[in-house]
């Protein structure tokens, strides 16, 4: 069986899961409410209207809400699996256990784009409908929005990882959900030490904290540095995705 064929397969299960209205829940709730709590303060004249919605929606969907929301993701789709011992069925196939756990992988990190393009969709039309309304004649920045929406997708690919590695090393949802909530609750205090560049749950709320200090200082040094973040990312990325992998089935295989 072909990687395309067993990706197919990984997506034809979760079809009929309840993934596709939970991606909506946490763009709709943060976009909308930050757009409409910083709209009130806006006149005519404002200035810089589309990057101060952008950092008031996308502060806390960073450091919590989309976190959360990827944490419920990973534990549907590994549930998939686990229900009704349907790992020990798919383990009797002549197919690897490695090549599910990547394809499994595979589906979260496009439900994470899902969301993101979400997100995009909610933050711009309730940032069109606050200008309008507040007579804002300050153009959509669409370039903005989406570079810093591809940055919000990359920095929580190493998350991702982890997450899928504590929810494959965990037979009990309620184990892998709870150790990545008490992993997720403390990003925005790591986020101010300098051990927040090994801390893959705070990195896409650090990089919208960095956006924020920019934003206000309005200086033309950038907080957010590439290197050494990118080696030390993707060095973490590979790790959590490794043992991701190796370990998945592995204990029904015993």
Partial sequence: MSFLELLRIEFMKVKRSKIVPLIFVAPLLVAASGVANLSRYFTPEYTNAWPAMFIQSALLY??????????VVCVMIAGRETGNNGILKMLALPVSRHAVSIAKFCVLVFYLFMEMVVFLAVFVIAGTVATRTMAVTETLP???LLKWCVGLFLTMLPCMGTM???TVLFDKPLFSVGLNLLLVIPG?????????????YCYSGYLVSCSLHDFTVNSNIRTFSIFPFLPVAILVFLIVLVI???????????
């Fill in 142 to 144: 669409i370039l903005y």
């Fill in 62 to 71: 960073a450091y919590y809400l989309l976190p959360f929301s990827m944490i």
């Fill in 188 to 200: 925005i205090l790591v986020s101010a030490t300098p051990i927040w560049i090994i801390y893959p």
């Fill in 244 to 254: 991701a992998v190796t370990q998945f089935g592995k204990k029904e295989m015993r």
């Fill in 164 to 166: 899928w590695a504590i």
